[in-house]
């Protein structure tokens, strides 16, 4: 394979793999946070044990994603060195700014909360945590930013060959960056909101710790209900974005080979994506333009008459990304959503109802949906991404002209096959401490004093 296929597979599992860690901090630290503000507001310590036991998880997963998160960075000078001669003085500030700003915030007031328990008060402990928060959200923001301008460039001209900043205030208002930041950040928030459901149930079921896991799965039930409505709310909107910005991702979902004025939604479709037609199909009249448009009408552009007009604008070549891969992950993550709006409901019944959460038979399902958001999270990511292509700017710089031409395949290969394996193992070592202190539950008081016995000892 050429080093450029070689250097996307690399990014992709690196970017994959970090992904699996970020929206779990995102939301788990603001779960930690709310329920450590029950804790001064009421007084009450079982709120206190919340914060610790959920807050020990939380950590395990911020160090995993710290350790993925720094490599990605220096593969925009190994393996994508034209890319970073482009754009660098665009994509590198805000970069900067969320390392010095966003996780210098984030890891500093980590540490406040970690080693101040007890030793500050609990005001200046409470802030501490919800500045952590704060840096985790401000942390995907700048990287959003970022990637953003990826998507939908902004705030530059042209100057020698390369694209320069002279607007900076146009990077941060990028009207593709407001949709996507919430949805991003709603998901984690959902990531979290299904980690405590799911562990809270295992619990319960065992009736370990009755009132501890109740609370939980109680103050998750109502975040998750909230954060996964909202998601499906802004990825409405972010979808309508998209059909004005990257017209050629949406036809790519839908498989829509000609412009349709009414648009055709597609619940089932086997396409031939040499001829640019189907197979079988099986669509909804009208469907997709009232997603588009809000209303019966309006056209949406078809793969053909896309390609037809890039290579008119931009030269010969193949402007469609992967047609099965945008289909699949598309329907995967809004169907991976939907379920998860529908299990958020369920669970927030008998939180409403003050119902014994514990004998509720469909408790017994949590545990498993921990895996939807991650799954979610998974194939939108790869959707984004992937439906850009064959840009890595859009509609300034192609994939096939960003990477380092300094590289063998022999080179890029050699550390596709280490970092594939480092990050299984890391994967491992994560999911292996978070099933064991998860299982293990929170720490215990001793007898003789008010200490905890167990993981903050």
Known sequence: MSVQILSQLQFAITSVYHFFFVPLTVGLSVLIAIMETLYVRAGDETYKRMAKFWGNLFLINFAMGVVTGIVMEFQ????????????????????????????????????????????????????????????????????????????????????????????????????????????????????????????????????????????????????????????????????????????????AAEALWESQNPASFSLFTVGDEQNMKDVFAIRLPYLLSVLAYNQPTGEVQGIRNLQAEYEAKYGPGNYAPSIITMYWTFRIMIGAGFVMLLLALMALYPTLRSRPIGQLRFVKVFPFAIALPYLANSTGWMFTEMGRQPWVVYGLMKTQDAFSNNLTPGMVLTTLIVFALVYALLIYADVHLLVKYAKAGPAVRSADSSAEVGYWG
């Open 76 to 251: 925009f000078g190994m393996n994508w060195a034209q890319y970073s001669r482009f754009v660098g003085d665009i994509f590198g500030a805000p970069l900067a700014i969320e390392a010095l700003l966003a996780f210098f915030l984030e890891s500093v007031f980590l540490g406040v909360w970690i080693f101040g328990w007890e030793k500050t008060s609990k005001g200046v402990h409470l802030a501490s945590i919800w500045l952590v928060a704060l840096g985790s959200t401000l942390s995907a923001l700048w990287i959003l930013i970022a990637n953003s301008f990826m998507q939908h460039p902004v705030g530059y001209a042209i100057e020698n060959g390369r694209a320069v900043m002279n607007d900076f205030g146009a990077l941060l208002t990028n009207s593709y960056l407001w949709t996507q930041f919430p949805h991003t950040v709603l998901s984690g928030f959902t990531t979290g909101a299904f980690f405590v459901l799911g562990i809270s149930a295992y619990h319960l079921m065992r009736r370990h710790e009755m009132d501890f896991f109740r609370r939980s799965f109680q103050i998750a039930s109502v975040f998750g209900a909230l954060a996964i409505f909202l998601v499906i709310l802004v990825g409405h909107s972010q979808a309508q974005r998209m059909v004005q910005t990257q017209p050629m991702k949406m036809a």
